[in-house]
């Protein structure tokens, strides 16, 4: 399937600070954008996800924004605390329910 | 529930040699995949299953076999590992009506 785009490789944000990290694709026919958080040692999990009739969708400190037009979507996480360091996946859904990633990014949250 | 279960968590393999790595749920999800995720490169699909018996090929197959006998289980092996299959695999499994996927915890695997 056609690539995610994902950006920045690696953050690293104060304590309480804002983390922003944005995803392109391609395939116009894509319309559901899951996140993925991975603790270190354990597998990814599923943390929002957004489908493509809707320009955003908030939980709690986790928003999720997509912008159709210009085929990409963003994570917003606000008031980062150290237990959002992780790595963050972005991605894309083909049929079959099949999840074509984003290479990842490392957030890191210094207190 | 436990969810998805992989077996082993680490091995290491000599060039040449042959596994079979585990994977079980407890869900009665009725899709399963295999991925594996290499430092920078996010995870890449392997083989997938859409139920008992329908197995099919996904980005990355080469050098890997798959077979789905029942719901629960979907055994990755590798017939003669070579050292561009060391990596981090992770089996997954969600309802067909679902697209959260829920993953195991990985299989470390070094070939040398």
């Known amino acids: 399937g056609e690539n995610v785009e994902q950006h920045p490789s690696t953050l690293s944000v104060q304590e309480g600070d804002s983390a922003v990290i944005k995803c392109t694709y391609s395939d116009s026919a894509s319309n559901y954008f899951p996140w993925y958080k991975q603790e270190l040692g354990k597998g990814p999990q599923l943390i929002i996800d957004?489908?493509?009739?809707?320009g955003e969708k908030k939980d709690q400190r986790i928003a999720v924004t997509l912008n159709k037009t210009a085929k990409h979507f963003s994570l917003h996480i606000t008031e980062t605390q150290p237990e959002d360091s992780a790595v963050y996946f972005c991605a894309r859904i083909e049929c079959g329910n099949k999840l074509v990633f984003g290479a990842g990014t490392i957030l890191r949250v210094k207190s | 529930n436990a969810g998805v279960t992989q077996t082993p968590k680490f091995r290491i393999l000599k060039i040449g040699q042959s596994m079979t790595l585990q994977c079980t749920q407890d869900?009665?999800?009725?899709?399963m995949y295999w991925y594996r995720q290499d430092p920078g490169m996010g995870l890449k699909l392997i083989y997938y299953s859409v139920g008992a018996g329908i197995t099919d090929k996904g980005e990355v197959p080469n050098g890997y076999n798959v077979s789905r006998s029942t719901t629960e289980d979907f055994p990755l092996r590798l017939e003669l590992a070579a050292p561009s299959q060391t990596s981090v695999y992770f089996c997954?499994?969600?309802?067909?009506?679902?697209?959260?996927?829920?993953f195991g915890q990985g299989t470390r695997l070094t070939v040398v």
């Open positions: 957004i489908r493509s009739n809707v």
């Open positions: 869900m009665n999800h009725n899709y």
């Open positions: 997954a499994s969600t309802f067909s009506g679902n697209t959260e996927a829920f």
